[in-house]
């Protein structure tokens, strides 16, 4: 699911919450920096709301660069493999695409990918790969959000989803728990605050390695006294 990086309001996008439970530095410094889409979450969008399980390539990278002229031209390739492996995978079914959900009591919005309303199942779509075994921490907390949201805009309550990990052609599906939804709380109370304009602190698990923004995080710069009396 996709939604814009910031705040509207005095909502967030669940997005956003996700950046920041990721690292709320990392979320601080690209907030106000434009969405540029990757164009894999698109094309494993379409081949996910694909109802035959071997669409016309041709077709569908037509379709794709329809929907995001940006799309770069080297990823038809990419196209090809995720239809390829999901070939092998059964079309998880869907009446609804694209719902915008929101919940007015945590003030939050965002997109359910595909809501089969026969079962009331919903599933979200991810470009990378699947984990080992169960589903991503960040997956789980977007899908906790999901169903928070989902309840209050639509009524449907549900304790779980699918969460489609397209190059993998793998489908989980995933209940979300309460530390998933312990987290969700957290991250939101964490985007809050980067958006009233705090920098927080560095998470233990941050993912410094492939940042963009160390130079200017400088994350394992030691702390002075006053920046620990300060903290706000
Ligand atoms: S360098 Fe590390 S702590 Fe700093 S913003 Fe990036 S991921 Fe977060």
Not at 185 to 214: E, F, I, R
């Amino acid at each position: 699911m996709t939604e814009s990086n910031n705040k509207t309001g005095d909502t967030i996008s669940i997005s956003s919450i996700i950046q920041a439970y990721r690292c709320p530095r990392r979320y601080y410094f690209s907030r106000h920096d434009p969405v540029i889409s990757s164009g894999k979450y698109t094309i494993c969008k379409q081949v996910s709301l694909c109802k035959d399980q071997t669409p016309d390539e041709d077709q569908l990278w037509e379709e794709i660069c329809l929907i995001d002229p940006t799309v770069k031209p080297d990823l038809r390739e990419y196209l090809s493999r995720c239809l390829e492996i999901m070939a092998h995978t059964p079309v998880v079914k869907y009446t609804d695409s694209d719902i915008q959900v929101h919940s007015v009591r945590y003030g939050i919005y965002g997109l359910v990918d595909k809501l089969d309303s026969s079962s009331n199942t919903i599933s979200i779509i991810r470009s990378s790969g699947a984990p080992a075994y169960g589903c991503w921490s960040d997956d789980r907390v977007r899908l906790a959000a999901c169903i928070l949201c989902l309840k209050e805009s639509t009524g449907i309550d549900i304790v779980g989803g699918n969460i489609e990990y397209i190059p993998d052609g793998i489908v989980r599906y995933c209940e979300p728990q309460p530390r998933d939804r312990r987290r969700l709380l957290q991250a939101l109370h964490m985007a809050q605050k980067v958006m009233n304009g705090n920098l927080l602190d560095k998470p233990v698990n941050a993912p410094c390695k492939k940042c963009l923004y160390v130079n200017q995080c400088n994350p394992d710069k030691p702390k002075t006294l006053s920046s620990i009396l300060f903290k706000k």
